[in-house]
Antibody, heavy 119, light 107 residues
Framework: EVQLVESGGGLVQPGGSLRLSCAASGFTFSNYWMTWVRQAAGKGLEWVASIKEDGSEKQYVDSVKGRLTISRDNAKNSLFLQMNSLRAEDTAVYYC????????????WGQGTLVTVSS | EIVMTQSPATLSVSPGERATLSCRASQSVSSNLAWYQQKPGQAPRLLIYGASTRATGIPGRFSGSGSGTEFTLTISSLQSEDFAVYYCQQYNNWPLTFGGGTNVEIK
């Protein structure tokens, strides 16, 4: 069974940093693109970033470029999101999700971790 | 960036009735369109990919159609568990983008 478990969320001040983790199990992690999707309270879904199987390609939404960095450790079956220079508008539940093969849609999702950026 | 526009924002339907949800792309996404269902406090659930292919375990009352810029999700006979928010997502171009969602509520 595919499982994705996010951790690392919490309260951080504007300008601060946070590192999210996603522990994957139930599939061969190194064979799949992975992604982060976020959702502000009462709002819709926003794709944040994706990373290729071997980490050689990364894509980001413009609003996070230069501040958020996606990475992975295939030996530890883990996905990460390093979040720097955080802003109030980054406040959201962050979901880790797995791709379906080579196509950029998401059959598997974690339960999310809440990031709150506030002073 | 491809903008995905969903309509209506809210759809009020009685159980057993048919629901038709629309998703429009600002430029062609071919058939690279997925639909998700999300209930309060839960992660999204993939319903449809490739515009019309049901994901594993999705009941036959859910169907998707369309290509290019116009897409439709149809729920043939609404069950109580189908009242939720539905999102479309294009995966034809970077950045990946979602529609704003349609809230299907009980009439």
């Amino acid at each position: 069974e595919v499982q994705l478990v996010e951790s690392g969320g919490g309260l951080v001040q504007p300008g601060g940093s946070l590192r999210l983790s996603c522990a994957a199990s139930g599939f061969t992690f190194s064979n799949y693109w992975m992604t982060w999707v976020r959702q502000a309270a009462g709002k819709g879904l926003e794709w944040v970033a994706s990373i290729k199987e071997d980490g050689s390609e990364k894509q980001y939404v413009d609003s996070v470029k230069g501040r958020l960095t996606i990475s992975r450790d295939n030996a530890k079956n883990s996905l990460f999101l390093q979040m720097n220079s955080l802003r109030a508008e980054d406040t959201a539940v962050y979901y880790c999700a797995r791709y379906s093969g080579d196509y950029h849609y998401f059959p598997y999702w974690g339960q999310g971790t809440l990031v709150t950026v506030s002073s | 960036e491809i903008v995905m526009t969903q309509s209506p924002a809210t759809l009020s339907v009685s159980p057993g009735e048919r629901a038709t949800l629309s998703c429009r792309a600002s430029q062609s996404v071919s058939s690279n369109l997925a639909w998700y269902q999300q209930k309060p406090g839960q992660a999204p659930r993939l319903l449809i990919y490739g515009a019309s292919t049901r994901a594993t375990g999705i009941p036959g009352r859910f169907s998707g159609s369309g290509s290019g810029t116009e897409f439709t999700l149809t729920i043939s006979s609404l069950q109580s568990e189908d009242f939720a928010v539905y999102y479309c997502q294009q995966y034809n171009n970077w950045p990946l983008t979602f529609g704003g969602g349609t809230n299907v509520e009980i009439k």
